[in-house]
């Protein structure tokens, strides 16, 4: 499993460090786009 986006990269490194994920907690996250969806409700990404 890749993540050409380094932000992104960055964000699921620290929060399966930090939150304890498993992989495959961490492959459900990546799969319902928990980056992105935090983006919207933070009103940081222009969709």
Request: charge should be neutral; proline fraction near 0%; charged fraction near 35%.
């Amino acid at each position: 499993m890749t993540i050409s986006d380094a932000d992104k990269r960055s964000f699921y490194e620290k929060e399966s460090i930090n939150s304890g994920w498993s992989i495959r907690e961490l492959k459900r996250q990546i799969s319902t786009s928990l980056y992105e969806r935090l983006l919207l409700s933070e009103g940081q990404c222009d969709r």
